[in-house]
């Protein structure tokens, strides 16, 4: 068989999308080593491969991948196959299919250098292949094998040459559904053949205006943000939240952004901090900005079923990040059919 390795600095014929290269070509990360050392409560959830997929076309018949983890850690709220596998997709955008998981040995939690390897069959056909890297490690190293008759090509491109950036907490990041393919924003990109890149951290976005001058890196398309989750109090958002907004549009005028709030599954102060987060966008449009949308978390879900839709009455499950990417799909066709991309 052929082996093609897919290293930062060797991405041809197999590409990665939504990562960057971290510390000198030690892994995949979604963020430089230099934003890291700027906001160091970040670091480590900067370090991981979230986001991140690797794509090409083949018409081998057998697919041989390997992934190596820096680590394999334990996670609370989602089981291994949530936080340290890879989602594996055939088949073109929108309509590549799930044909299975490319998970670590259950044996190597809390291990280091651990290598997760799947053979996949195919029909021998010209077809895409994506593989959505997971939300918690890091991956060091990924290798493709094909059939010694077979070929691998770049990948069909997305249907945007600027990525959609997204910037917000946990739930952006990808808790908890039961596998990295089925939160919101990997749905998105799956379902509307879009390039995205997830700065979701558990925890730690809190508006800072120095990773918001780092989002303006990345050339957004489209930019989407629900970070009040994060902000320690309601007092601490209507602080940041506006000024982000401003330094982002003072910059780039003619990028549509939409303002989230967090899935409201009825705790403690949501109700508190929707108002300054639409307060925001208010504001935006007396102005005259006409490139802002507000969503309101607190829709989301049916009324029935807003319990069902989450693991622990914060974070949704498989059936809520659905909703989400439902609620959030239409505003982004909407700027990408008005040329944003």
Known sequence: MKTFICTPERQNPLRVFGLLPYYDGEGFSKCHRA????????????????????????????LVLRMTLAHVCYDIGISTYGCSSADVYIGMRPNAKFVGLLNPPGDKREQSDVTAERIFYLNGDWQDVTIVLPRNETVTAFTAEIDDDAEIAEPTPYRNTRPVVFYGSSITEGGCPTRVGCNYVSLLSNRLNIDVIN??????????????????????SIFVYDYDHNAPSPAELAATHEPFFRLIREARPDLPIIMMTRPDFGCDDA???????????????????????????????????????????????????????????????????????
């Not at 508006?207 to 918001?212: E, I, N, P, S, V």
């Not at 499950?317 to 959030?328: I, L, P, Q, R, T």
């Open 271 to 341: 109700a508190e901090r929707r108002p300054i987060v639409r307060r925001t966008y208010e504001n935006a449009l007396a102005a005259g900005d006409r490139l802002v949308r507000f969503i309101d978390g607190g829709t989301f879900f049916p009324p029935a079923l807003v319990r069902d839709c989450s693991t622990d009455c914060c974070h949704p499950n498989d059936m809520g990040f659905h909703y989400m990417a439902e609620a959030v799909a239409p505003h982004i066709l909407d700027f990408l059919e008005m040329g944003y991309l």
């Open 199 to 220: 700065y979701g951290f558990s925890g730690n976005a809190r508006g800072d205006l120095r990773f918001a001058e780092y989002i303006l890196k990345s050339n957004p």
């Open 35 to 62: 934003i890291l050392e700027q906001i160091p409560r970040i670091a480590g959830l900067g370090a991981r491969s979230c986001g991140g997929r690797i794509c090409f076309r083949t018409n081998t018949k057998k």
